[in-house]
């Protein structure tokens, strides 16, 4: 069975700290591996990676991919009252169209 | 910016009735997607939609469920008898391409909550 884990579950942090934000995969045929920010109601895109060792970025947010350990990292530095959301993991397989298995998703709480 | 929207943002039901919910993708995107959020659980992949036929479906979606695009614009979910644990959040999902090797970035409705009585 596919299997994708977030960790932790929820974190607190202070504004200006940094996260790391963790999510494994077991699947088979791995095509990518997706990160979304959820805050009140849809889950909106971060990222997408397919290879290992390639940093996507974007502003305060990093993450890398290591196919070889199966695990994904999502970095946010100087954390703001506005990253305060659930980050959702996703993976997609080669062989399911569009079908994405989600993880629980971590929630992140930053207090100014 | 293009974005997808979905209708009712919350629907209300008694347990047996049938419920549509409905979307509309971006308009240039050919693929199609349902997924359902419980309260409190994780993101569940029911359904993709390609070319007016399922791509892939979810366990979840069984002989209840049905998918449907019955103009160039709508996407249509419709559950016939609804449960009670049917209550969950229904978001609807595009994307423009699904080359080989390659996914293309879903993006999300705001959602339909749908509460079974």
């Known amino acids: 069975e596919d299997k994708v884990v977030q960790s932790p579950l929820s974190l607190v942090v202070h504004e200006g700290d940094t996260v790391t934000l963790n999510c494994s995969y077991e699947v088979t045929n791995f095509r990518s591996l997706l990160w979304y920010k959820q805050e009140k109601k849809a889950p909106t895109f971060l990222f997408m990676l397919?290879?290992?060792?390639i940093e996507k970025k974007s502003g305060r947010l990093s993450s890398i991919l290591d196919k070889k350990e199966l695990f994904s990292i999502l970095n946010i530095t100087a954390t703001q009252t506005g990253d305060s959301a659930v980050y959702l993991c996703a993976v997609e397989l080669i062989t399911n169209a569009g079908k994405s298995t989600f993880g629980d998703g971590t929630t992140l709480t930053v207090k100014p | 910016e293009p974005e997808v929207t979905q209708t009712p943002s919350h629907q209300v039901t008694q347990m047996g009735q049938e419920v549509i919910l409905r979307c509309v993708p971006i308009s240039n995107h050919l693929y199609f997607y349902w997924y359902r959020q419980i309260l409190g659980q994780k993101v569940e992949f029911l359904v993709s939609?390609?070319?007016?036929?399922?791509?892939?479906k979810s366990e979840i979606f069984d002989d209840q469920f049905s998918v449907e695009r019955p103009d160039g614009s709508n996407f249509t979910l419709k559950i016939r008898s609804t449960k009670l644990e049917d209550s969950a959040m229904y978001f609807c999902?595009?994307?423009?391409?699904?080359?080989?090797?390659?996914?293309?970035?879903?993006?999300f409705g705001p959602g339909t909550r749908l509460t079974v009585l």
């Open positions: 939609f390609y070319n007016n036929e399922i791509s892939e």
């Open positions: 999902a595009s994307s423009h391409t699904r080359l080989a090797g390659r996914t293309d970035t879903q993006y």
């Open positions: 397919t290879s290992s060792g």
